[in-house]
């Protein structure tokens, strides 16, 4: 879970998900082992031009940082001991940053350098303020947001804005967090925004901006913690002027847990139950529709993070873990202790997720081979290699839509049109069709120059 208690303190678990390969816009691009003997999977970032993988080893309080490549290739890796706990993790435009409570030091707000080495530490109990405890990270247009309970869990909520290279921050009441949190908008209406949700039944738990809306997932206070017969979350999508656009129910026994926007769809990540039975990640279109349904893979406690991709606005990452719990009669506080400190954990992986566009088919006639990445955005450049077998040589080349429209192309380039394509490839035997052929082409060709030359010679001669 992420960002949670930044409008109203609503104490939800972290995020719990788990998802295999499903079909339609999404599909699973790759996935990779925590990195360490015993370590389990806590999120997967956006770093750098690839991935930051964050694990945890319970056994010896150890936190592993492990950068990858836009491919999932291991680059390199890092370890930080004495960790207690991974609160929050959250990747910005101005840098990745990390919540970590350390043994006997509480809760630290950490800045990453591109090495995965703290760039910035910053103790959120000794700046002259509260100590904080749990606290949680959200990115604004110009600041940092730290949303927490105090050390006692019992006093009110604390709002804290950093600036983005963690040097100073300022205390926050509820509504200038709020405001603080919806700042990428000259336009929005806070207190329109606010008035509505005092006006319902429902409490917004934590929301995502992109260009033009935001989308927002709320919870319904009328709705029994333990109840399955009425749902308990809803998705709202408001404009920029904080105008309520649509709203729809998430499914009847389910948690909201996390909402992002990825392209022009949203997707929200649900838990069911005790937030220990199965999670799904749920695909909705701008309209509100339900289009992808991604559930986990087995039953079991998961856990992990849930964002888009910086490098990418087309992709998320998620973490998938299947933990043991002893969660009865406290589910809430415990597990949270659990998913922090990865109790009994069995099995755990960190998955990458793409947008499906279009795919490109490959038919060859003859031998050889047609490489291509064969998932394509619409309007992007697109570069194919054509490599015949040895006794072959290239025949001709032609490149199709799925409509049957000639997509042109120069040398090995062609531009993605919005459907899929084909690209068909004729290889022809050399010694049989070609290289007879372009012998005799020569010999033809040497006759003809040497009677030209001749005739010539001859009309030369007799002029003289």
Same mark, same amino acid.
């Given at each position: 879970?992420?960002?949670?208690?930044?409008?109203?303190? #609503?104490?939800?678990?972290?995020?719990?998900?788990?998802?295999? %390969?499903?079909?339609?816009?999404?599909?699973?691009?790759?996935?990779?082992?925590?990195?360490?003997?015993?370590?389990?999977?806590?999120?997967?970032?956006?770093?750098?031009?690839?991935?930051?993988?964050?694990?945890?080893?319970?056994?010896?309080?150890?936190?592993?940082?492990?950068?990858?490549?836009?491919?999932?290739?291991?680059?390199?890796?890092?370890?930080?001991?004495?960790?207690?706990?991974?609160?929050?993790?959250?990747?910005?435009?101005?840098? *990745?940053?990390?919540?970590?409570?350390? *043994?006997?030091?509480?809760?630290?707000?950490?800045?990453?350098?591109?090495?995965?080495?703290?760039?910035?530490?910053?103790?959120? @109990?000794?700046?002259?303020?509260?100590? #904080?405890?749990?606290?949680?990270?959200?990115?604004? %247009?110009?600041?940092?947001?730290?949303?927490?309970?105090?050390?006692?869990?019992?006093?009110?909520?604390?709002?804290?804005?950093?600036? %983005?290279?963690?040097?100073?921050?300022?205390?926050?009441?509820?509504?200038?967090?709020?405001?603080?949190?919806?700042?990428?908008?000259?336009?929005?209406?806070?207190?329109?925004?606010?008035?509505?949700?005092?006006? *319902?039944?429902?409490?917004?738990?934590?929301?995502?901006?992109? %260009?033009?809306?935001?989308?927002?997932?709320?919870?319904?206070?009328?709705?029994?913690?333990?109840?399955?017969?009425?749902?308990?979350?809803?998705?709202?999508?408001?404009?920029?002027?904080?105008?309520?656009?649509?709203?729809?129910?998430?499914?009847?026994?389910?948690?909201?847990?996390?909402?992002?926007?990825?392209?022009?769809?949203?997707? $929200?990540?649900?838990? @069911?139950?005790?937030?220990?039975?199965?999670?799904?990640? #749920?695909?909705?279109?701008?309209?509100?529709?339900?289009?992808?349904?991604?559930?986990?893979?087995?039953?079991?406690?998961?856990?992990?993070?849930?964002?888009?991709?910086?490098?990418?606005?087309?992709?998320?990452?998620?973490?998938?873990?299947?933990?043991?719990?002893?969660?009865?009669?406290?589910?809430?506080?415990? $597990?949270?202790?659990?998913?922090?400190?990865?109790?009994?954990?069995?099995?755990?992986?960190?998955?990458?997720?793409?947008?499906?566009?279009?795919?490109?088919?490959?038919?060859?006639?003859?031998?050889?081979?047609?490489?291509?990445?064969?998932?394509?955005?619409? @309007?992007?450049?697109?570069?194919?290699?054509?490599?015949?077998?040895?006794?072959?040589?290239?025949?001709?080349?032609?490149?199709?839509?799925?409509?049957?429209?000639?997509?042109?192309?120069?040398?090995?380039?062609?531009?993605?049109?919005?459907?899929?394509?084909?690209?068909?490839?004729?290889?022809?035997?050399?010694?049989?069709?070609?290289?007879?052929?372009?012998? *005799?082409?020569?010999?033809?060709?040497?006759?003809?120059?040497?009677?030209?030359?001749?005739?010539?010679?001859?009309?030369?001669?007799?002029?003289?």
């Amino acid at each position: 879970m992420k960002k949670v208690y930044l409008l109203f303190g #609503l104490l939800l678990s972290l995020l719990l998900i788990g998802v295999v %390969k499903a079909e339609g816009p999404f599909y699973l691009d790759f996935d990779f082992k925590p990195n360490g003997t015993n370590a389990v999977a806590v999120a997967t970032l956006p770093y750098n031009d690839g991935y930051l993988a964050i694990d945890y080893i319970n056994n010896t309080k150890t936190m592993v940082l492990t950068s990858y490549d836009i491919k999932g290739n291991k680059l390199d890796s890092k370890t930080y001991p004495n960790v207690e706990t991974i609160l929050d993790y959250l990747t910005t435009d101005s840098g *990745t940053f990390l919540m970590v409570e350390f *043994t006997d030091e509480g809760y630290h707000l950490i800045k990453l350098d591109d090495k995965m080495n703290f760039k910035e530490n910053k103790s959120l @109990g000794s700046e002259g303020g509260s100590p #904080l405890n749990g606290a949680f990270i959200y990115d604004a %247009k110009d600041s940092l947001l730290v949303s927490s309970f105090t050390s006692d869990g019992n006093s009110p909520y604390e709002y804290r804005s950093y600036k %983005k290279d963690l040097s100073s921050y300022e205390e926050l009441n509820e509504n200038e967090a709020i405001a603080k949190a919806f700042s990428f908008y000259d336009t929005f209406d806070v207190n329109k925004f606010i008035n509505y949700f005092s006006n *319902t039944s429902l409490l917004p738990a934590l929301g995502d901006p992109n %260009k033009s809306n935001v989308v927002i997932l709320a919870m319904d206070r009328n709705c029994p913690y333990d109840s399955d017969d009425c749902n308990k979350y809803f998705l709202l999508l408001f404009n920029n002027n904080a105008e309520l656009l649509w709203k729809v129910a998430i499914p009847k026994g389910y948690y909201g847990a996390e909402v992002k926007y990825i392209d022009d769809y949203i997707a $929200v990540s649900v838990e @069911g139950g005790n937030f220990l039975q199965e999670g799904k990640i #749920l695909i909705y279109d701008i309209k509100g529709n339900l289009i992808q349904t991604m559930q986990t893979k087995e039953e079991g406690h998961f856990n992990g993070e849930f964002d888009s991709l910086r490098n990418t606005p087309r992709g998320f990452a998620v973490v998938e873990r299947s933990c043991i719990s002893n969660v009865t009669a406290n589910p809430t506080s415990q $597990v949270q202790k659990d998913m922090y400190h990865l109790v009994d954990c069995q099995s755990s992986t960190h998955h990458v997720y793409y947008f499906f566009h279009q795919i490109i088919t490959k038919v060859t006639q003859g031998k050889g081979k047609i490489q291509v990445i064969d998932r394509q955005i619409p @309007g992007e450049p697109v570069e194919f290699i054509i490599t015949p077998d040895p006794g072959y040589v290239l025949g001709s080349v032609k490149v199709t839509d799925a409509n049957g429209n000639v997509v042109y192309f120069t040398s090995n380039r062609f531009t993605m049109p919005s459907a899929d394509v084909t690209i068909e490839v004729e290889f022809l035997v050399a010694n049989a069709k070609t290289g007879d052929i372009a012998i *005799t082409m020569i010999i033809i060709l040497a006759i003809l120059t040497a009677s030209v030359t001749v005739i010539q010679y001859r009309r030369l001669k007799a002029l003289m």
